[in-house]
């Protein structure tokens, strides 16, 4: 069955940064875009960043741009999110993520952004 664990959450002052992981399995890492998302005490759930298949090509939500960046290894089953300029707003649960007719998540990982 298809899988994704994310790691690498953690307690970080602002201006720091962290890279997330998600590990994938059970599904044909390599054919479909991944996604992150995230979700902040109270609000909804927001597509941060997404890479195509291939790597090729990525995209990022306006909040995020020029400081994070979605990266992929499909030997590894991987995908990685390099987060920079950590503000406290970036404060959420981070997903990953990926769509087969259905969405599938992994369980997330808490990222708090404070002094």
């Known amino acids: 069955q298809v899988q994704l664990v994310e790691s690498g959450g953690g307690l970080v002052q602002p201006g720091g940064s962290l890279r997330l992981s998600c590990v994938a399995s059970?599904?044909?890492?390599?054919?479909?875009?991944m996604n992150w998302y995230r979700q902040a005490p109270g609000k909804g759930r927001e597509l941060v960043a997404q890479?195509?298949?291939?790597?090729?090509?990525?995209n990022y939500a306006d909040s995020v741009k020029g400081r994070f960046t979605i990266s992929r290894d499909n030997a590894k089953n991987m995908a990685y999110l390099q987060m920079n300029s950590l503000k406290p707003e970036d404060t959420a649960v981070y997903y990953c993520?990926?769509?087969?007719?259905?969405?599938?998540w992994g369980k997330g990982t808490l990222v708090t952004v404070s002094s």
């Open positions: 890479i195509t298949d291939s790597g090729g090509s990525t």
């Open positions: 059970g599904f044909t890492f390599s054919g479909y875009v």
């Open positions: 993520n990926v769509y087969m007719g259905v969405n599938y």
